[in-house]
């Protein structure tokens, strides 16, 4: 029932609404499809970017570790080829001499001192003992039980060349919480090549934290360093755990777990990217593998931090989007309109014409259609015009044909009543009133012909109702009494030939008459904002409701009344374009009054 009244409120919308409707909705789906996929394209084009430079960065950064153990092994060399600690060294023990052993001190010190990439240097000798600078602890292993270190093997393997081990390779050289890489190698005589002992200096996580701290970008990019076991070097996580969005109280994210997880899933891969979902969110993950040293850098970037971050090209896509949609809307509107526009013009006409005005259509359209549309209503609206123009025409002919006929029935029996009355007065020997009686009779005739006039003077048509009256005096004494209430200044008005005498013998024959006692019949004239009224009052016996109905309708028909009344009210209709031009007031047993509205714009009719 609701979709059949919403239908049916749709259908009788405009025709300009409903290309507007279609359009708006049409630009919503559009623009609403173009943002997302422009979204869609813009993130996959952002993810790409940056991935790349994700890669670009890790990789700026394993070059900037490799360059620093590089220098840390060319320190490394310039100590082990110290001559005192060769000296030292070659005699078995490291505290043989003093003397040495306090220049190898100023100078080890001041190397600390001067390279901030060392946190301290130690030195195990053949004999078992340990020297060392910058050291907080003494190692956890014992100098006698070096060989059975994890590493100790590879470092001989080395033969000269360095290894790497996280925080000692299972020997505690620093009692701390941060982490530290040890750089291993054997010190071997630079004239024998014989080995002398084993070198082992530190390298701080803040030096590693410096290798990357400019590069990684923002806090939400997190950078992670793996050894060759999986093992974190060192990582700009928060204590190695960030907080996660807080689902339930205390939860927290392992980021590290997840960076090893996806190490272990990229073991034969130098370089990755993907997209990981951790805890429900949706994070950028970065993998480079630095293959001298077997470690891996990691990096994990919320994504939606990118988006963020690339809120303002979304946005200007958005705007522009948005802005192509309002011109396609301001453009489907305005083509609407050159559909509408002449559309509304001819309901306007059409309007008119349910008004009785019956204009032709000028518009402006550069339609062919509407064009011959307008074209083919005009040639409509003419012969409309003609078709009234025709019935006008023929209606005035009838109108003559009625009035000739109204007064050829006056004429004869009028003339011979009139003649009648005339005899009896000259019989009588009333030679004044025949005279008058003639007198008024030929006035009246001669006014009624008007030299074949159909238009003529109210003061000549007051004139032929007095002498109407006059004569119907003489024949009917003492049955009624006239009085007239004439304005002069309506008396050059035109008015239609014998549309006051009709009214008057109306009056007298169907008002006055049927009493059987004088009655009172009034003529008036005068004008009200340039309309002049003419009236006829009898106090007569009045005219029944529905027979006033019928006469106001134009529904009096043949002997239910005056065949001078109607015929004057239909040609007062005719000539004044409505039924308005003429009132018609009556009470049974009270009388009549007709009320004639002439306007002084008429023209004499053909």
């Known amino acids: 029932m609701l979709s059949e009244k919403i239908k049916h409120k749709f259908y009788n919308l405009s025709i300009g609404l409903k290309i507007s409707m279609f359009y708006f909705g049409l630009i919503v789906v559009s623009t609403c499809l173009s943002s997302w996929m422009f979204n869609k394209i813009y993130l996959d084009i952002t993810h790409k970017k940056v991935s790349e430079v994700s890669i670009q960065t890790l990789n700026s950064i394993q070059s900037n570790i490799n360059l620093m153990i590089n220098n840390v092994d060319s320190y490394s060399k310039m100590i ?3 001559s005192d600690l060769q000296n030292l060294l070659r005699k078995g023990n490291v505290y043989s001499d003093l003397n040495v052993q306090s220049k190898v001190s100023n100078y080890l010190y001041k190397f600390i001192q001067a390279i901030p990439l060392i946190k301290s240097v130690y030195v195990f000798d053949n004999t ?4 060392s600078v910058g050291a907080q602890i003494l190692p956890t292993l014992q100098s006698d039980q070096i060989k059975y270190a994890e590493w100790y093997k590879e470092v001989v393997q080395k033969k000269g060349g360095y290894i790497l081990r996280l925080n000692g390779g299972g020997i505690a050289f620093h009692n701390t919480q941060d982490n530290y890489v040890s750089l291993i190698r054997l010190i071997r005589d630079m004239d024998t090549t ?7 200096i530190n390298i701080p996580e803040k030096a590693f ?14 950078v992670v360093i793996l050894n060759e076991h999986n093992e974190v070097i060192i990582s700009n996580f928060n204590t190695g755990k960030i907080e996660a969005k807080q ?3 205390d939860k927290f994210i392992d980021f590290e777990s997840q960076v090893i997880q996806a190490a272990n899933e990229w073991l034969d891969t130098t370089s990755a990217t993907k997209m990981k979902k951790i805890d ?3 994070y950028l ?10 470690w891996k850098l990691v990096s994990i970037m919320p994504f939606a931090k990118l988006f963020e971050e690339n809120a303002v090209m979304s946005l200007v896509g958005f705007v522009i989007i948005l802005f192509n949609s309002i011109v396609l809307f301001i453009s489907a509107v305005s083509i609407s309109r050159l559909i509408t526009t002449p559309i509304k013009d001819l309901l306007n006409s059409m309007k008119d014409v349910e008004k009785g005005v019956f204009n032709e259509v000028q518009v402006k359209t550069q339609s062919r259609e509407f064009k011959r549309l307008c074209k083919g209503y005009n040639i409509m ?3 409309i015009k003609k078709l009234i123009g025709r019935v006008i025409e023929e209606q005035k002919i009838i109108r003559k044909t009625e009035l000739y006929t109204l007064q050829a029935q006056i004429k004869p029996h009028f003339l011979y009543n009139t003649l009648d009355s005339i005899n009896s007065l000259v019989l009588s020997e009333c030679t004044e009133e025949a005279s008058s009686l003639v007198e008024a009779l030929g006035n009246y005739y001669r006014a009624s012909v008007s030299k074949g006039k159909e238009i003529i003077t109210i003061g000549e048509e007051i004139n032929m109702v007095k002498n109407y009256l006059k004569i119907q005096q003489v024949r009917y004494p003492d049955l009624f009494t006239v009085k007239y209430d004439i304005n002069t200044e309506c008396l050059d008005y035109k008015v239609p030939k014998l549309i006051l005498q009709p009214l008057v013998e109306n009056a007298l024959y169907h008002g006055i008459r049927p009493l059987n006692r004088n009655g009172i019949i009034t003529v008036g004239a005068d004008k009200q904002e340039g309309v002049v009224r003419l009236w006829v009052q009898d106090d007569g016996v009045g005219i029944k409701p529905e027979q006033l109905d019928a006469i106001i309708n134009s529904k009096l028909g043949e002997g239910t009344g005056s065949f001078g009344l109607k015929g004057t009210l239909e040609r007062i209709r005719i000539i004044y374009n409505g039924k308005n031009a003429f009132e018609i007031k009556s009470k049974p047993h009270e009388g009549t009054e007709i009320i004639l509205y002439v306007h002084n714009d008429n023209e004499e009719e053909d």
């Open 80 to 82: 082990l080829s110290d």
């Open 128 to 131: 078992n003992n340990i020297y």
């Open 194 to 200: 014989d080995t002398l002992g084993i070198l082992v």
């Open 209 to 222: 934290s410096q290798a990357f701290s400019s590069l990684a970008g923002k806090k939400e990019n997190n």
């Open 247 to 249: 689902v339930e109280q």
């Open 280 to 282: 429900q969110t949706e």
């Open 285 to 294: 993950v970065s993998y480079v593998s630095e293959n001298k040293y077997n």
């Open 381 to 383: 609206i003419m012969e």
